[in-house]
Structure formats: C-alpha cells, structure tokens
C-alpha cells in the first residue's frame, strides 16, 4: 500500500464493554473520512488462549485501504473459556450495528473474518447468531434491537474442527518425538475447552455433519500449504478429504457458497497477498 493510502486511514481503540476491571476492546480501522462503510468484525487466533487485536492492524489497513472499515476485537479467551468468547462476538457485532452511525459504518453491511481459532470463532458465530449461549450480554439501555447476523463470512487457515485437532496433537504426543508445531497445543486445547464434549459441540464441522439448523453465509477459507497445523485428514471423518475440503464439501451440501484460496505456507500473511479477501468481502458487502 501507499503512504498516502495509508495516511488517510484512523485507527482508533474503542472501550464497547466492560468484564469486571477489564475492558472489551474493539480496535477500529477506516478511512478518515466519508462513509457509511461496511465493516468487517476481525477475530485474531492463538489457540482460543493468546493473542491481541493489534494482530489484525496489517489486513485491517489492507481492508480500509480497499475502502472497508476493519474492526478487531478484544474477546475473552481461555481464562473464562468456551463459550464466552463466542458472547463477546455476538455483542460485538451488535454493539457495532448499534453505533454504526456514529462511527461511519453501515449497520446492513457487517462481516466476520477469523484467523486460526479466530476463524473457527467467526465461522461459529456466523452460523449461530442467536444461539442464546452467544446472546447473554446486553446491549445499553434503549438500544435499538438488533442481532449479530452477519452477511459473509471469512476463515484463514481455521481450527474448524477442535475435537479432530485436539486428538491429532494427543495421538502424536503419545507416539512420542512429536513435530515441533504441536507444542503445548493439547494444554491451549485443554484450558479453553475443559472437555471433548464441548468441543464436539462448539464445532462447526461437526455441527454441519449432525445436520444442526445453522445460519449459511457466503463464505471463503484462505489457506497455506503445506500446513499440517490446520490442513489434515481426520481419521475418523467417513469423506477421504482434508479437513478443507471437508468442510467445504459440508458447506455446500448445506446450501452455502464456499470457495478456497491457497497460498504458500511461507507467506501466508503477506498482505500483498489478501486480494482474494478482499475482493470477496467487496462482493458480499457491496
């Protein structure tokens, strides 16, 4: 990007709820000036238990650049465990839809991208927008009612099936001499999720597979290969596909539209490399 592209984008960190002493950030990207704009809710990863919205800042100024407002959020992480990051989302995007006005946003053109298990959240949240697990927290007073309905839905190398993943990781410690990336990858699993229930529940894979009534959105998955973090075939899934293409399959039998872009695992966060993003949600949210 430019530098006079870049200069004309504000970010700004805006406090939307607060747990207690913490707050709930959203870390706002846009051009300076004009609007409305649609916007697309951004969901960083790190394994449901680290990480910051300032992971996003690089595509959410791609986003603004393209003239989009980006906004990342602060969710709850493993401290509270599942599912309360999925009830900051849902909030989140109601709270957006709420002071979309104010902020120069179009409350009608609302997005979700997550990455890693922030695109597990984001595929999650999309499909189950008024699951009242999700719905808990309220809006301020005199809030007009919305929901957190989303138009379109994006996933970068998404943990879309925790249960087969978490199992992968525990199969490869107890063989021993384990790749590095499993890391402590069973121990994240463990803290956010506390059992196998509930992630064979909280899965969106799953819950496709069970037949469960979930809201179908357009949709993209960018993905870097090779990628034996995300990119894998569950043994005991009865499709001889990765999970991609997996859950792609799943998708479009369910009545979504659902396309994959690859990319070389080395540079996968390139933003010189985001136009099938970006041109996707300029499609959805045009």
């Not at 530098?3 to 709820?17: H, M, Y």
């Not at 995007?93 to 409350?107: F, G, N, S, V």
């Not at 949240?125 to 009242?132: I, L």
Request: with cysteine; net charge negative; aromatic share 8%.
């Amino acid at each position: 990007m430019a530098g006079d592209q870049l200069a004309a984008l504000i970010t700004e960190d805006i406090e939307i709820f607060r747990h207690g002493d913490q707050p709930m950030i959203v870390r706002l990207i846009r051009p300076e000036t004009g609007g409305p704009y649609p916007v697309i809710v951004d969901l960083h990863g790190g394994c449901w238990c680290k990480g910051h919205p300032g992971e996003c800042t690089v595509r959410g100024e791609v986003f603004a650049a393209a003239g989009m407002a980006s906004a990342a959020l602060d969710f709850r992480q493993a401290d509270e465990g599942y599912p309360t990051s999925l009830a900051d989302i849902n909030y989140a995007i109601r709270w957006l839809k709420t002071h979309a006005k104010e902020l120069r946003l179009d409350a009608d053109r609302v997005g979700l991208l997550g990455q890693s298990s922030g695109g597990h959240l984001a595929m999650l949240s999309s499909m189950r927008p008024e699951d009242p697990r999700y719905t808990v927290l309220p809006l301020e007073d005199g809030a007009p009612d919305v929901d957190a309905s989303v138009k379109c839905v994006g996933v970068m190398w998404p943990v879309i099936n925790p249960l087969s993943r978490y199992r992968r990781v525990v199969a490869l410690l107890d063989a021993g001499d384990p790749p590095a990336w499993v890391g402590d990858l069973q121990e994240r699993h463990d803290s956010y999720w506390g059992t196998e229930a509930n992630m064979e529940e909280g899965n969106p894979m799953l819950a496709l597979e069970r037949g469960e009534d979930v809201v179908i959105r357009p949709s993209i998955w960018f993905q870097g290969l090779p990628d034996p973090v995300h990119d894998y075939r569950d043994p005991e899934s009865p499709l001889d596909l990765d999970e991609p293409e997996r859950f792609v399959e799943n998708y479009r039998k369910a009545g979504g539209s659902m396309s994959i872009a690859h990319v070389e695992q080395a540079n996968r966060s390139d933003p010189a490399l985001l136009g099938p993003l970006v041109e996707f949600f300029q499609e959805n949210l045009s």
